[in-house]
Protein backbone atom coordinates (compact mmCIF):
# COMPACT_ATOMS: atom_id res chain seq x y z
CA UNK A 1 0.00 0.00 0.00
CA UNK A 2 1.55 2.85 -1.20
CA UNK A 3 1.40 5.89 1.42
CA UNK A 4 3.03 9.62 1.11
CA UNK A 5 3.23 11.63 5.00
CA UNK A 6 3.74 14.77 5.11
CA UNK A 7 5.64 16.36 7.94
CA UNK A 8 7.41 19.98 9.00
CA UNK A 9 4.16 21.91 9.79
CA UNK A 10 3.74 24.51 11.94
CA UNK A 11 2.90 27.60 12.85
CA UNK A 12 5.48 30.59 12.24
CA UNK A 13 5.77 34.48 12.23
CA UNK A 14 5.74 36.02 9.05
CA UNK A 15 9.14 35.88 7.18
CA UNK A 16 9.83 32.65 8.60
CA UNK A 17 11.34 29.67 7.27
CA UNK A 18 10.06 25.67 7.54
CA UNK A 19 10.78 22.95 5.29
CA UNK A 20 8.02 20.40 4.59
CA UNK A 21 9.14 17.06 3.79
CA UNK A 22 7.43 13.72 2.14
CA UNK A 23 8.63 10.52 2.77
CA UNK A 24 6.82 7.33 0.63
CA UNK A 25 6.60 3.86 1.55
CA UNK A 26 5.17 1.00 -0.52
CA UNK A 27 7.00 2.07 -3.77
CA UNK A 28 9.54 3.64 -4.80
CA UNK A 29 9.84 6.99 -6.73
CA UNK A 30 12.47 7.51 -7.83
CA UNK A 31 11.72 7.82 -11.76
CA UNK A 32 8.55 9.48 -10.87
CA UNK A 33 7.59 13.42 -10.47
CA UNK A 34 6.65 14.63 -7.28
CA UNK A 35 4.89 18.07 -6.66
CA UNK A 36 3.66 20.29 -3.59
CA UNK A 37 -0.08 21.68 -3.89
CA UNK A 38 -1.81 23.53 -0.72
CA UNK A 39 -5.32 24.63 -0.15
CA UNK A 40 -5.88 27.51 2.32
CA UNK A 41 -9.62 27.74 3.75
CA UNK A 42 -12.47 28.49 1.46
CA UNK A 43 -10.19 27.96 -1.77
CA UNK A 44 -9.18 25.28 -4.03
CA UNK A 45 -6.44 23.27 -4.03
CA UNK A 46 -3.56 25.04 -5.92
CA UNK A 47 0.09 24.00 -7.42
CA UNK A 48 2.92 25.24 -5.24
CA UNK A 49 5.97 23.00 -6.83
CA UNK A 50 6.93 20.08 -8.66
CA UNK A 51 10.29 18.23 -9.40
CA UNK A 52 10.86 15.92 -12.04
CA UNK A 53 12.24 12.47 -11.19
CA UNK A 54 15.67 13.14 -11.76
CA UNK A 55 15.57 16.80 -9.67
CA UNK A 56 16.73 18.52 -12.85
CA UNK A 57 13.49 20.03 -13.43
CA UNK A 58 11.51 21.71 -11.40
CA UNK A 59 8.60 24.21 -11.71
CA UNK A 60 6.79 26.42 -9.40
CA UNK A 61 3.94 28.93 -9.44
CA UNK A 62 4.72 32.56 -9.79
CA UNK A 63 3.31 33.26 -6.23
CA UNK A 64 6.09 31.26 -4.79
CA UNK A 65 9.28 31.41 -6.65
CA UNK A 66 12.34 33.10 -5.36
CA UNK A 67 11.15 32.34 -1.82
CA UNK A 68 10.16 28.46 -2.27
CA UNK A 69 12.57 25.52 -3.16
CA UNK A 70 11.71 22.01 -4.37
CA UNK A 71 14.13 18.94 -3.93
CA UNK A 72 14.17 15.19 -3.57
CA UNK A 73 16.45 12.52 -2.36
CA UNK A 74 15.51 9.36 -3.73
CA UNK A 75 18.08 7.81 -2.06
CA UNK A 76 15.32 8.40 0.85
CA UNK A 77 12.24 8.13 -1.65
CA UNK A 78 11.34 11.55 -0.11
CA UNK A 79 10.60 15.35 -1.48
CA UNK A 80 11.51 18.22 -0.02
CA UNK A 81 9.78 21.95 0.17
CA UNK A 82 11.87 24.81 1.78
CA UNK A 83 9.72 27.58 2.19
CA UNK A 84 11.65 30.88 3.46
CA UNK A 85 10.34 34.39 3.96
CA UNK A 86 6.68 33.11 4.53
CA UNK A 87 3.86 35.34 4.47
CA UNK A 88 0.22 34.81 5.61
CA UNK A 89 -1.40 34.06 2.43
CA UNK A 90 0.75 30.93 2.52
CA UNK A 91 -1.12 29.75 5.19
CA UNK A 92 -2.70 26.36 3.95
CA UNK A 93 -2.88 22.75 3.97
CA UNK A 94 -0.21 21.66 2.27
CA UNK A 95 -0.17 18.43 0.43
CA UNK A 96 2.29 16.45 -1.52
CA UNK A 97 2.17 14.21 -4.59
CA UNK A 98 3.34 11.40 -6.95
CA UNK A 99 2.86 10.87 -10.57
CA UNK A 100 2.40 7.25 -11.62
CA UNK A 101 3.93 7.58 -14.83
CA UNK A 102 7.41 6.52 -15.67
CA UNK A 103 10.15 9.62 -16.21
CA UNK A 104 7.37 12.02 -16.74
CA UNK A 105 8.81 14.81 -19.29
CA UNK A 106 6.64 17.58 -18.39
CA UNK A 107 5.85 18.54 -14.97
CA UNK A 108 3.50 21.14 -13.41
CA UNK A 109 0.37 21.91 -12.14
CA UNK A 110 -1.54 19.94 -15.15
CA UNK A 111 -0.23 16.53 -14.65
CA UNK A 112 -2.86 14.05 -13.08
CA UNK A 113 -0.88 13.25 -9.47
CA UNK A 114 -1.73 9.86 -8.43
CA UNK A 115 -1.06 9.31 -4.84
CA UNK A 116 -1.55 12.04 -2.12
CA UNK A 117 -0.62 12.33 1.40
CA UNK A 118 -2.91 13.78 4.20
CA UNK A 119 -1.57 17.46 4.17
CA UNK A 120 0.17 19.06 6.49
CA UNK A 121 -0.76 22.49 8.54
CA UNK A 122 1.39 25.40 7.91
CA UNK A 123 0.15 28.64 9.61
CA UNK A 124 1.72 32.13 8.93
CA UNK A 125 1.19 34.98 11.07
CA UNK A 126 1.24 38.57 10.69
Known amino acids: QVQLVESGGGLVQAGASLRLSCAASGRTFSNYARAWFRQAPGKEREFVAA????????DYADSVKGRFTISRDNAKNTVYLQMNSLKPEDTAVYYC???????????????????WGQGTQVTVSS
Open 51 to 58: INWSGRST
Open 97 to 115: AADGLTRRTVIGPRVKYDY
